[in-house]
């Protein structure tokens, strides 16, 4: 073992791998910001995905698997079969979608209430996708409308994005890295 | 864990509130709401045909999401909305169809495309035309059509003579010297009542070609090419229509079922006309789901038939229903009747969710609801949006987890006790009731024939339509035996057993026979005629018969039961044998 390896396990910035799930209603955009992170060369026109994707980005020194999930509702039970398997949720909500707000409430209810989410210090991170929009919700507005203050045993963070452009991505994505590295640093 | 619990209560509701607006002033018919993907981008959009209260100043109204999308002024109040896919082009642009008085407007991209009016009626009554061929002053003429009104009917006048009729005394001078002026072209317009779509050349695309279909005021059917708008076929309606559904494919066979405004409900194809059923009230609305026709009636019934005409159930509904959806939720394998229904203290309204006979599940709404759609709408894929009778729009989404039908029935309806102590209107002793209870003494005898004769005949017509029932029921005499029969053998000696079995409760069968009925040319057979021993409630018996094939062809064998008359019988396919079995 090099002094370098030595060194960089000391500060933890060793290379790893972690797995996150990327889940939210259909046409929100999940394709779409995993599209952005991905690496130039594997990058696709992005259609609705159908049962899930299994995508890989990095970002910080860290590797991401990200499970992009369908979100029709004929698959979004698929979901739950992966939260007792991963570090970390990107929960995709379309800002310009006022009617399915209350579906969004409903899932994030759903995930919450979940036997293997309830008891787990899962960070969930919240992109208020298509800000761009004409009609989109900002992203504080979305916070309070889906009582996202009432989450207390899980760190979550929401931030205004724009997938097909990229903007708002890198900023959740650090806080994300950083939540993971704790948690992971705290076992 | 979060605090989610307060919320815990709601969670048997299987539709969440999406959005809800009380200030709309949305008046609208249940016929003139309708759902289509306008832009072919999969983001559906609701199309609401409005008016204001007078009936005036109708648009056609576009929702995307929760905002109001577009807007285009309609020429007419419309009377029913259909959207359609008249072209192969690769986006899929519905066309909107607005029936409005005689004329169908037709809108593409929210702009007009395609008037079509339906052709006029032939000629108004010849007596008609000659009345007004006769230059009389307008009190002679009033007096001639009043008398032609009383032969012919109001509404088989043309329309100038019925205005005519209809103006003040003192303006019809003018309107007869200024109708004069014009050339006589009187001619009957119609109306459009009804209408609605069926596909053309395929039902598995939901995007592929239609026909319109629709029905008028003259008892008119009429099914116009959307391509060319051209009238394909016409037909006769042995009433006016009221609601219409239709199934089927244009070009292979369809059925068209309707109900009339005097309350009876018809089967028609191309080659007949067949009348189900006739109700004591009126229809309020006419929901197809596959080969089940439902309909509600104002007497607060719910019936159902199938396509081919046999009444399937009928249950009678909590409160006045004004109008009824179909609810097909494919997730839950599960298709559902919406009823709304308003209750006579006028405090409340429900919708009620029925599948089947069985009321599965109730919503209770502030304003009874006047127009019920569901299907998918932005980017949802079950979505039930009711406009209430004071205007306000509701979309509710369905719950991904939605189950009907497990308790949420209990403590649905507080309804209002029955009002036990109606107060009958009793009239005064009139001068006409005296009159009458005179006659009926000095008359009585033929007042008592005559009553007797009227009631042998409700006797005799009462006994025929019950035998006619019976004849044409689905629950059949036998229905307390059943038979099954298998054959058992790869050929050419074979084995037939025939279960029977006695599902009465009470009957037990004493002297049943099997008779076995064959090509005594294909088949040998030991024993065709077999005694069944006295068949005790809900016993099984089998009776097992020997039969050899002596050709080697495919034939049936047929198995009768009798005591004294026929009670069952089956067709037994025997395929071909390979080795046959020559007799000697």
């Not at chain 2, 929901?287 to 249950?315: E, N, P, R």
């Not at chain 2, 969710?353 to 209770?364: E, R, V």
Request: net charge neutral; charged share 20%.
């Amino acid at each position: 073992m090099g002094l370098l390896d030595k060194l960089s396990s000391l500060f933890r910035l060793k290379k790893r791998e972690v797995k996150v799930l990327v889940v939210g209603l259909n046409n929100s955009g999940k394709s779409t910001v995993l599209n952005h992170l991905k690496s130039d060369d594997d990058k696709i026109t992005v259609e609705p995905t159908v049962g899930l994707n299994v995508e890989k980005f990095k970002h910080n020194n860290v590797g991401f698997t990200a499970l992009d999930m369908s979100g029709q509702v004929r698959y979004r039970e698929v979901w739950e079969h992966y939260y007792s398997d991963c570090e970390g949720i990107i929960f995709v909500i379309d800002s310009s979608d006022r009617l399915r707000l209350a579906v969004v409430q409903e899932e994030l209810e759903l995930l919450l209430q979940h036997p293997d989410t309830v008891g787990k210090r899962l960070p969930i991170l919240f992109f208020a996708n298509k800000m761009d929009a004409r009609d989109a919700l900002s992203s504080v507005k979305i916070a309070s409308a889906l009582n996202l203050h009432r989450i207390i045993n899980k760190p979550w963070h929401i931030c205004a994005s724009n997938a097909v452009k990229g903007e708002g991505l890198d900023e959740g994505i650090e806080w994300l890295t950083q939540q993971i590295c704790e948690n992971i640093r705290k076992e | 864990m979060s605090g989610f619990s307060s919320r815990t209560l709601q969670f048997q509701q299987p539709w969440i509130d999406a959005f809800s607006d009380s200030n709309l002033a949305l008046n609208t018919l249940p016929s003139c709401i309708a759902l289509a993907d306008l832009q072919d981008d999969a983001d559906s959009k609701l199309i609401v045909g409005a008016f204001d209260e007078t009936y005036t100043d109708a648009k056609l109204k576009i929702f995307k999401g929760t905002t109001q999308y577009g807007e285009v002024k309609l020429p007419g109040t419309p009377s029913a909305i259909q959207t359609f896919y008249s072209d192969l082009n690769k986006t899929k642009i519905p066309g909107i169809g607005v029936a409005s008085g005689p004329n169908i407007y037709v809108y593409k991209n929210l702009r007009p495309y395609f008037k079509f009016t339906v052709p006029p009626q032939s000629e108004v009554n010849s007596l008609e035309a000659d009345i007004w061929q006769q230059k009389c002053d307008a009190t002679q003429l009033t007096k001639l059509l009043e008398d032609l009104k009383m032969e012919l009917g109001f509404t088989n006048l043309s329309p100038a003579s019925q205005k005519l009729l209809l103006l003040e005394p003192h303006l019809r001078e003018q309107f007869v010297q200024t109708r004069g002026q014009l050339a006589l072209g009187l001619r009957r317009k119609t109306t459009i009542t009804c209408m609605t779509s069926i596909p053309k050349y395929s039902t598995d695309d939901e995007k592929s070609i239609s026909c319109l279909v629709f029905a008028t005021e003259c008892a008119k059917l009429y099914f116009l090419d959307i391509q060319a708008f051209t009238i394909l076929n016409e037909f006769s309606m042995p009433g006016i229509a009221s609601h219409l559904a239709i199934s089927g494919l244009y070009v292979v066979s369809y059925v068209v079922i309707f109900t009339t405004r005097n309350g009876c409900l018809y089967t028609m194809n191309e080659k007949k006309t067949e009348c189900i059923a006739s109700f004591s009230a009126p229809s309020i609305g006419l929901v197809l789901q596959g080969d089940f026709i439902m309909t509600a009636l104002m007497d607060s019934t719910l019936h159902c038939f199938t396509i081919q005409g046999m009444k399937q159930w009928s249950v009678e509904l909590p409160g006045i229903p004004i109008t009824l959806a179909s609810i097909p939720i494919m997730s839950l394998s599960l298709k559902l009747v919406a009823v709304s229904c308003r209750f006579r203290d006028e405090k409340t309204s429900h919708l009620f969710f029925y599948s089947g006979p069985q009321l599965m599940h109730s919503i209770a709404t502030p304003q009874p609801v006047s127009a019920i759609i569901f299907g998918p709408y932005g980017q949802g894929e079950s979505a039930l949006i009711t406009i209430s009778t004071r205007g306000s729009l509701n979309i509710r989404l369905l719950k991904r987890t939605a189950q009907f039908g497990c308790g949420e029935r209990a403590g649905i309806l507080a309804l209002p006790p029955p009002n036990s102590q109606i107060k009958l209107n009793v009239p005064k002793k009139s001068k006409l009731l005296v009159e009458q209870t005179i006659r009926e003494r000095e008359q009585k005898i033929e007042i008592y024939e005559q009553w007797k004769r009227s009631w042998l005949h409700l006797n005799v017509m009462t006994c025929e339509e019950y035998l006619k029932a019976l004849q044409s029921s689905a629950v059949s005499q036998n229905n307390s035996l059943k038979l099954t029969a298998q054959v058992l053998g790869l050929g050419p000696h074979l084995k037939i057993q025939v279960f029977l079995q006695n599902l009465s409760k009470k009957e037990a069968f004493t002297s049943l026979t099997v008779v076995f009925h064959y090509n005594k040319s294909v088949f040998k057979m030991d024993s065709p005629s077999r005694q069944v021993p006295m068949l005790v409630p809900n016993y099984e018996c089998c009776v097992e018969s020997y039969i050899v094939c002596e050709m080697s062809v495919s034939s049936n064998v047929t198995v009768l039961v009798f005591d004294e008359q026929l009670r069952l019988s089956a067709f037994i396919n025997i395929p071909a044998c390979n080795c046959i079995c020559s007799s000697q």
